[in-house]
């Protein structure tokens, strides 16, 4: 795609990156095949490549409209147009450059801004969020239904594997996962206990910094991501051997940090460093470890959702159903395995009624063969999926450690 930079980003590392993503992409179309936006509202400039000429268009006219963020704004950021794409066009990265540029030329309406600020106040804070779930929790009973159903029940947590063993893991303590869904590290602890590795977490670690880099506020996001560096540093030097992330949405942005940070001189190096060491939890167990847990067979027809992040971002799309079969689940028929349930991080806060619509057609989707759970690999998607699931929702790793073998 020929493109010729307004002055503004001309000769600038910006324009320069987002000039050369640009250029990788022939406007074939084959994006809008899979784009749940697209497909939704079947609006040109509400598909992968629609919103690539949008932003041509800023980079070469050095503004862009208020339509134009409304159609940036839209997109999921779900990346299923680059599993799609023949010629490696690296759209999420394009999306982020063209929305924070908007972000800096145009104010947004009072409420927007509102709505975004506390989201970043609130849900990138583990003590924060907590608090206003438990207050959550104890209301729910008398809110209104449509209300209640958003706010998950509390769990009654398991416990902490006490053994300690040579082999050392680091493990994301991501955010708002250890308030909502805090069996999902315990579930992994006591599964990778049983394999014969301690899984730690480092004092100050904390948001992965997602949000706020999704949100356009790119420096609080690149500093979420040097605290992180800074706290698991230590324990790096000492051999860790991963970094553990139980949530795929986060595990994407850590396997980002090298490429993020590359420019900082500080942290570029170190950065590249915990980008090799992070693993999402479906890559890091294999069927071999799988195989010595020796779990039970489970008779649980069980519907799995690959959230995008998984399938997508870190190109995993199998992994957790080939995990499940070896650990003799009975796994249940589904159909439009690509599509984003529209957890899509803040998405469901910030677009309502099209995630709604998302989250709709997707149930739909897993529900086809009539399971008794649904499973995914995100905390985002467990806990839209069970805003409206007419069964249990759970994190993968829940069912694995639920059914393997006894000590």
């Known amino acids: ?35 749940p936006t697209y497909q939704e509202l079947g609006d040109e400039r509400d598909g992968p490549r629609g919103r690539i000429y949008l932003i041509k268009q800023l980079f070469e006219t050095g503004s862009a409209t208020d339509k134009t963020r409304l159609h940036l704004d839209r997109c999921l950021n779900c990346r299923s147009c680059e599993t799609t794409c023949p010629s490696g066009v690296q759209y999420g990265r394009l999306a ?4 924070a540029v908007i972000e800096q030329q145009q104010t947004r309406p009072l409420g ?27 209301v729910r009973p008398v809110l209104p239904r449509a209300v209640a159903k958003k706010i998950p029940v509390a769990s009654v947590k398991l416990t902490w594997p006490s053994r300690q063993h040579s082999r050392k893991m680091l493990y ?30 480092a004092p100050h670690s904390g948001c992965c910094g997602a949000l706020s ?10 500093d979420f991501m040097r605290r992180n560096i800074d ?91 080939q995990l499940l079969r070896a650990a003799g689940m009975q796994l249940a028929k589904t ?22 619509s998302l989250l709709d057609k997707k149930l739909k989707a897993l529900t086809i063969d009539n399971p008794q759970r649904i499973v995914t690999a995100n905390v985002g998607c467990q806990m839209h999926l069970a805003t409206a699931a007419s069964v249990p929702v759970m994190h993968w790793i829940e069912v694995i450690e639920q059914n393997m073998a006894v000590d």
């Open 231 to 321: 706290a698991w540093w230590p324990a790096i030097e000492a051999g860790a051997e991963a970094i553990v992330v139980t949530a795929s949405g986060c595990g994407v942005t850590v396997k980002e940090y090298g490429t993020l940070l590359r420019d900082d001189p500080h942290y570029a190096e170190r950065a590249l460093r915990v980008s090799v060491l992070a693993k999402d939890l479906a890559e890091l167990i294999s069927l071999e470890d799988i195989a010595r847990l020796a779990p039970r067979a489970d008779p649980v027809k069980t519907a799995v959702h690959c959230p995008c992040t998984l399938q997508h971002g870190l190109g995993l799309p199998d992994n957790v159903e």
């Open 335 to 356: 159909t439009e395995k690509h599509l984003c349930c529209g957890s899509a991080g803040s998405y469901s806060i910030t677009q309502p009624q099209l995630s709604g």
């Open 1 to 35: 795609m020929q493109t010729d930079l307004h002055p503004l980003f001309k000769g600038t590392e910006l324009g320069e990156e987002a000039e050369s993503i640009l250029r990788s992409c022939v406007h074939c179309g084959f994006c809008n095949a899979t784009c």
């Open 172 to 201: 994301l303590d991501s955010c708002g996962q250890r308030g909502a869904t805090p069996n999902t590290n315990i579930a992994t602890a006591r599964v990778l206990d049983r394999l014969g590795i301690t899984l730690t977490s």
């Open 112 to 138: 927007q801004r509102l709505l975004r600020w506390g989201l970043r106040q609130v849900l990138p804070y583990h003590g924060r969020f907590s608090a206003l779930l438990k207050l959550g929790q104890f």
């Open 96 to 99: 982020d450059l063209g929305k």
């Open 213 to 222: 880099y999704h949100l356009s506020e790119t420096q609080e996001g690149l």
